[in-house]
T-cell receptor, first 117, second 113 residues
């Protein structure tokens, strides 16, 4: 079956620090990969995505590269802000349906990011 | 509205009562998902609809949980004889393409006393 593993939180950083949140996955097909963000008191929203190997998704200064060889999709940002404090979820959606595959998006457990001024 | 709408936003109930949670997806989105988010946990998949049919009910935790979708639109998640362990935020999401981006509602927070 499909699974997503992301680093445990919380991650606590000072403003302008470099951010990496690790995400690795297991999938039976050719998945699309996503990062969702949940700001305090709000619903989840898409941050960025990549649909095939070597694609780089980017948005709001965040980026992640789809690495098929290491089955990873690590989230990075060069300089975090207090407003980036949120919970970040890595997810995959299998783009093929076959034995063991499904269209059910699979989420990691989420990583809480706290940025201090 | 333009987004996914869920109601109620908050529900406090007594153990043993039944509850209904409603999800109104984005118009035209054929795929609809229910997830459960418990404190300190990730998103637990409950059920998926494609149109009005539910090809995958594998995530429903017990037979106390059921869901339906009518007219390819509104969905209702029903929990019978609620237990304290049912306390969580229930999230609904919809999508144009089952393998694409999900659009989430703000969730229904259920507290079972």
């Amino acid at each position: 079956g499909n699974s997503v593993t992301q680093m445990e939180g919380p991650v606590t950083l000072s403003e302008e620090a470099f951010l990496t949140i690790n995400c690795t996955y297991t999938a039976t097909g050719y998945p699309s990969l996503f990062w969702y963000v949940q700001y305090p008191g709000e619903g989840l929203q898409l941050l960025l995505k990549a649909t095939k190997a070597d694609d780089k998704g980017s948005n709001k200064g965040f980026e992640a590269t789809y690495r098929k060889e290491t089955t990873s999709f690590h989230l990075e940002k060069g300089s975090v802000q207090v407003s980036d404090s949120a919970v970040y979820f890595c997810a995959l959606s299998d783009t093929t349906v076959g034995t063991g595959g499904s269209y059910i998006p699979t989420f990691g457990r989420g990583t809480s990011l706290i940025v201090h001024p | 509205g333009a987004g996914v709408s869920q109601s109620p936003s908050n529900k406090v109930t007594e153990k043993g009562k039944d509850v209904e949670l409603r999800c109104d997806p984005i118009s035209g989105h054929t795929a609809l998902y229910w997830y459960r988010q418990s404190l300190g946990q990730g998103l637990e998949f409950l059920i998926y609809f494609q149109g009005n049919s539910a090809p995958d009910k594998s995530g429903l935790p017990s037979d106390r949980f059921s869901a339906e979708r009518t007219g390819g639109s509104v969905s209702t998640l029903t929990i019978q004889r609620t237990q304290q362990e049912d306390s969580a935020v229930y999230l609904c999401a919809s999508s144009l393409d089952p393998s694409g981006e999900l659009f989430f509602g703000e969730g229904s927070r259920l507290t079972v006393l």
